[in-house]
């Protein structure tokens, strides 16, 4: 099968007719993260998938859906032009769909497959289902569609290689032979006892033989079903192996995250069990209800302080008042040569009104009229003794004659030591508040940490399908138990091959002996036939296993050229298909003096690919029969250089190869790429070259305005 | 690959069989296709061929009894040493 022409039309991002011209060779399409490379190859697995089941709203072009009108119609199209065996034919997969009236979704119809051989009588139409499988047998479409480098390992899983072998070497119907020559074998001999033991003269001794005979058969069916047992468990187990090794990373790193997970749980659990939020029962046994309070008595106290404060300021303004006046007045009662003055009393009030009535004064004699110096100096006399009185009552008064203050002070004093007792409850309880929260902060941020933890474990499993968390996390126990199993598996193997070998000889000799009783009876042409079709038997069996090893052997030769084309100047070991105990074949590299070799993931997939080649060139030998290989991203973990030179050299294999790539491109701006022309100048290719990108402008959060374009390169 | 030229290649594969080879007395060379086989002297050859050709695609169990009975009557008629 050749390509020739690839259409797609409203396929996820292709929005209308869109064509790729393929030639012999390699065709490169070149195209950044999201401009339409994996729809490329979704279509041409939803062409060559033949489950009907498949979503097909879900593959119409959002954009060929909005330029709909409400009732109108359009179609999904993916169709093959292909040479086979020298004629012509098309393959054509499609659906028409159409826009409800309420514009809200769309009706499709259901898939139709078909198929179109040009002859001379011109175009006739077909089944596309039969005429894809007779063009492009399922069992080669398997090998011949592959996305991403991890696809390339179905060639190392248990079944598959025996599958190649028994698919694409010389000999087809292998089993048929082995099952028809097992039973002509059986009724041979059954034949040939038959014929012996109805010889009266041999009957007693042929009963006896053909008895033995058939024990030992029975025992060595017993045996050969019991190998098979053995080596299908070996398989399972070297399946389950498989799985465990390939998942060892993902393993590591589930073990990790699962380490990292527990350490948070545990911190969690230990924040949990340090909150204490049983503020309700403290309210009245830890007096936390009068925690209120606090500024209350602050201010009472403050208040008081102040009251005091103020208090003992006016006393000491007072006092202070108090003491000038007394100085000042004794300095008023100073005379001025200094003689002690009488005192104040001297005469007294009596005598001093007396001398006022009778207008003379009664010391010196002096008269005193009213008005007059002396009336004056007596009144004056007499004012000063008042005063004098009312200044005693003065002195007398206190400036604070209650002790208000003092009292307020003394209750303040013993409030206050309360206060300090209480406000020690109370910054437990301020302090037990911020701690729980601040475990609560905690808390949050762990519970962030576990959903985080939570997350890339789910992400994890889904790079591991198939593997569940539990066999990921106990990977490496299973590994220890699987491996143990197998290898006890493979002694029983070892064991009962060997046992069947003793039984097959035990039986060679009874069938001799049974033989023997034959000579010379007309039994004899029957053990001579038996003989003959049990010797076929044998022949048949030892050419067909001849034949699979000759097929693993050519295999491995043709691998090991490819791999030696894919990596010119770089190490690669030597390639080795082999059979393990199980049946199972294998591939591996190994270096010169026969160890394994680990290889990078690079050499890896030049390993795999150099097998699927050589695959598909057998199957040209063998089948006569050529078929495309379509792979997405196949070298992702290749660096520049080697990626340009297996172009190169994939491109000289002469082999139609279509491979979707984001290579050849460079960065210009944020999600902004162009081709590197001068990389692509080192390509020397005899096959087309495309480029695919997104249609400009587009809304990035709106898929109805995406649009694959392709443009033709070379 | 053809059918025919599959068919050679097994009747090859078979003929080359030393064990057979030795107890049938068969030069391996002197059938170079299924045609020759089936036009053999030597009986357990054509048998060989007989089988090559009855098994096909289309061949089940049910076929099996009726190929065996042709090459034990084959046998029956022409093994003669």
């Known amino acids: 099968m050749k390509i020739n022409r690839i259409e797609i039309k409203n396929f996820r991002s292709y929005f209308g007719p869109n064509c790729f011209i393929i030639n012999s060779g390699l065709t490169l399409i070149i195209g950044a993260n999201g401009e339409g490379k994996t729809n490329l190859y979704d279509a041409m697995e939803w062409l060559f998938e033949n489950r009907i089941g498949t979503d097909s709203k879900r593959i119409v072009s959002r954009k060929a859906i909005a330029v709909l009108n409400p009732g109108e119609t359009d179609e999904v199209m993916v169709a093959l032009d292909f040479e086979h065996n020298e004629a012509k034919y098309r393959i054509e997969k499609s659906f028409s769909f159409t826009k409800s009236d309420d514009d809200s979704d769309i009706r499709i119809s259901p898939i139709s497959f078909v198929g179109y051989e040009e002859e001379d009588s011109g175009r006739c139409m077909t089944d596309g289902v039969r005429l894809l499988d007779r063009c492009f047998n399922a069992s080669i479409r398997h090998f011949s569609l592959l996305a991403g480098e991890e696809s390339l390992k179905i060639l190392n899983q248990t079944d598959t290689l025996k599958y190649l072998v028994k698919t694409f070497s010389s000999v087809r119907n292998s089993e048929k032979y082995i099952s028809f020559m097992s039973f002509a074998s059986q009724c041979a001999q059954r034949a040939e006892q038959n014929a012996i033991s109805k010889n009266s003269r041999n009957k007693k001794q042929a009963d006896i033989k053909t008895r033995e005979i058939n024990d030992l058969e029975s025992r060595l069916r017993e045996l050969q079903s019991q190998l098979r047992n053995k080596q299908n468990e070996a398989r399972n187990y070297a399946t389950q192996i498989e799985a465990i090794v390939n998942s060892s990373e993902a393993s590591e790193e589930m073990r990790s995250l699962e380490s990292r997970l527990e350490n948070l749980r545990a911190e969690r659990n230990r924040l949990i069990g340090q909150i204490r939020e049983n503020y309700t029962a403290a309210l009245l046994d830890d007096m936390y209800v009068l925690s209120g309070i606090m500024p209350v008595l602050r201010e009472f106290s403050d208040k008081v302080s102040k009251a005091e404060r103020t208090r003992r300021k006016e006393e000491r303004e007072f006092l202070k008042n108090l003491g000038e006046r007394k100085a000042l007045k004794k300095i008023k009662l100073d005379l001025e040569n200094g003689a002690t003055p009488l005192p104040v009393y001297a005469p007294d009030e009596k005598f001093l009104r007396e001398m006022l009535h009778d207008h003379i004064c009664k010391v010196c004699g002096t008269p005193a009229p009213v008005g007059s110096d002396a009336y004056r100096y007596i009144e004056a006399k007499l004012n000063a003794y008042l005063e004098s009185l009312k200044e005693d009552e003065k002195e007398e008064e206190l400036c604070f004659p209650y002790n208000f203050i003092e009292q307020l002070s003394k209750r303040e004093t013993i409030i206050n030591n309360e206060r300090a007792s209480l406000a020690k409850t109370f910054q437990h309880l301020t302090d037990l508040i911020e701690f729980n929260e601040a475990r609560k902060k905690q808390l949050r941020t762990l519970d962030d940490n576990i959903s985080q933890v939570e997350e890339s474990q789910r992400k994890l499993q889904a790079r591991v399908p198939g593997v569940s968390k539990e066999v990921l996390l106990n990977n490496f126990t299973n590994l220890t138990n699987w491996n143990v199993y197998k290898s006890e598996c493979e002694k029983k193997i070892v064991e009962i091959e060997q046992a069947i070998l003793n039984v097959e000889k035990s039986l060679a000799i009874k069938r001799e002996e049974l033989a023997e009783l034959a000579e010379n009876t007309p039994a004899q042409i029957y053990t001579k036939i038996s003989e003959a079709i049990t010797a076929i038997k044998d022949a048949f069996r030892r050419a067909l296993k001849k034949n699979e090893t000759d097929f693993i052997m050519e295999l491995e030769r043709v691998s090991n050229e490819y791999l030696a084309k894919l990596n010119v100047d770089d190490f690669k070991g030597t390639l080795r298909i082999y059979t393990d105990i199980s049946g199972a074949m294998r591939i591996s590299l190994v270096d010169i003096d026969g160890s394994p070799i680990d290889p990078n993931k690079a050499l890896e997939t030049t390993m795999y690919m150099s097998v699927l080649f050589a695959v598909s060139e057998l199957t040209e030998i063998k089948k006569d029969d050529e078929y495309p290989l379509f792979f997405d991203a196949p070298t992702s973990s290749f660096a520049v250089g080697k990626e340009k030179d297996f172009f190169n050299i994939i491109d000289n294999l002469d082999k139609q190869i279509i491979i979707v790539t984001k290579s050849f491109l460079k960065e210009v701006g944020p999600n902004e790429y162009i081709l590197d022309q001068e990389m692509l100048n080192t390509l020397n290719l005899r096959g087309s070259i495309y480029r695919i990108e997104k249609k400009k402008p587009f809304d990035d959060k709106n898929q109805a305005t995406i649009q694959t374009l392709i443009s033709r390169i070379r | ?81």
């Open chain 2, 1 to 81: 690959m053809t059918k025919a030229n599959r068919q050679t290649r097994l009747l090859q594969l078979v003929l080359s069989d030393e064990s057979l080879i030795k107890k049938y007395n068969i030069n391996p060379t002197d059938y170079t296709n299924i045609d020759t086989a089936m036009n053999a002297d030597n009986a357990v050859v054509e048998c060989i061929a007989m089988i090559i050709e009855g098994i096909n695609d289309q061949f089940d169990e049910t076929d099996q009894k009726q190929l065996y009975h042709r090459i034990q009557q084959y046998l029956n008629n022409n093994l003669l040493i």
